[in-house]
């Protein structure tokens, strides 16, 4: 699995390429498959052999900017790839974390994983923790935190989150939005529990069906996107002086 990450930070663009490969699961084993990929780890590249070269054939060397190989863990992940784009993203910087792989290849376990136990979490329900224990960490600023779902599947999008997620939404732009979903529905949540429960609603409106590599795949294109709004706090002696000022 290949992740980008998209992520503004401090007025500058930054795009990190970052892959991901999973183990051998167990019908690839039982079909006797094996394994043709090499990472390295350290060197940040991927090295893919030709299963049918003769042994002096050298393997096909790609560079990323980050790889990780079938050890990794969800903790490592996220704290490596993820956060800093999260981190960026309470301080005012638009990022995105894009997970794109051929099914099967482990994108929903990346993303999102098993809630239980915790080291089986993804990158969206850590960063739902992290998001909220520095928000409770903060006692001179005061945030606002909302949360969106929607499903391309068709080239059609939909609120996952509506009473009637069928219902078609347009695509829209204008100057002062950008680019933009009309009628999207974005709640506020004020803790973790309550986030994760949007996502749950979200998830259970997601368009699934079988294909040869997974039983259960989302035969759509889903973004979850969280919205942090940040204010200030005055002390008493600055709120008064702003009182006396507007009077």
């Not at 136990?117 to 928000?135: A, H, K, M, Q």
């Not at 509506?162 to 939005?177: G, I, R, V």
């Not at 429960?197 to 989302?218: F, H, I, P, W, Y």
Request: hydrophobic content about 30%; aromatic content about 6%; some cysteine.
């Amino acid at each position: 699995m290949s992740a980008k990450g998209l992520e503004s930070q401090k007025g500058s663009e930054a795009v990190r390429v970052v892959v991901r490969c999973r183990p051998l699961n167990a019908k690839e084993k039982n079909d006797g498959r094996k394994r043709i990929v090499d990472m390295d780890v350290d060197a940040g590249q991927v090295k893919v052999s030709n299963p049918k070269g003769d042994d002096h054939e050298p393997p096909k060397t790609f560079t990323f900017d980050q790889v990780y190989d079938w050890n990794c863990s969800q903790t490592e992940i996220f704290d490596v790839t993820a956060r800093p784009i999260v981190d960026s993203c309470m301080e005012g910087y638009n990022g995105t974390i894009f997970a794109y792989g051929q099914t099967g290849t482990g994108k929903s376990h990346t993303m999102e994983g098993k809630e239980e136990p915790p080291e089986l979490r993804g990158i969206i329900p850590n960063t739902f923790d992290y998001i909220f224990s520095r928000i409770g960490r903060e006692s001179s600023k005061e945030y606002l935190v909302r949360a969106s779902y929607l499903e391309i599947y068709n080239e059609d999008i939909r609120d996952l989150l509506s009473k009637n997620p069928n219902t078609k939404l347009e695509m829209k732009e204008n100057a002062d939005k950008g680019v933009y979903i009309k009628d999207l529905m974005q709640f506020v949540v004020k803790s973790r529990e309550e986030i994760t429960s949007v996502l749950e609603v979200g998830r259970k409106n997601r368009s699934v069906g079988a294909t040869q590599m997974n039983q259960d795949s989302s035969r759509s294109h889903s973004i979850f996107t969280i919205t942090i709004e940040v204010t200030e706090k005055l002390d008493a002696a600055a709120a008064a002086q702003a009182a006396s000022s507007g009077t």
